[in-house]
Nanobody, 124 residues
């Protein structure tokens, strides 16, 4: 079992920045592939970014060059630095852990563990 707890969401103006954190427990963090997803009401969960066990990063085209995913295996945490935020980035953001993969996968069903989500609202 893996427990994930996100933090860092909130209200920010367009062009602003937020940093999301995901604290993991219950399994050796370094063995997990970590992902960030987002979901709007009535929409499917969408891949945002992922980082492999070896630190290789992948991004959705919509956030490339604006968002940065990272991980700290000593702190059992993953992060999503979001810059140049746009109104269309408004969503609930979820941290997810894939315990069986080696590479980053963008399909939600590949991730067995999820956090509770944190709301990000970009509005003036």
């Amino acid at each position: 079992q893996v427990q994930l707890v996100e933090s860092g969401g909130g209200l920010v103006q367009p062009g602003g920045s937020l940093r999301l954190s995901c604290a993991a427990s219950g399994r050796t963090f370094s063995t997990l592939v970590m992902g960030w997803f987002r979901q709007a009401p009535g929409q499917e969960r969408e891949f945002v970014a992922g980082i492999s066990r070896g630190g290789i990063k992948y991004y959705a085209d919509s956030v490339k060059d604006r968002f940065t995913i990272s991980r700290d295996n000593y702190k059992n945490s993953a992060y999503l630095q979001m810059n140049s935020l746009k109104s269309e980035d408004t969503d609930v953001y979820y941290c997810a852990a894939d315990q069986s993969g080696i590479v980053v996968r963008s399909t939600p069903k590949e991730y067995a563990y999820w956090g509770q989500g944190t709301q990000v609202t970009v509005s003036s």
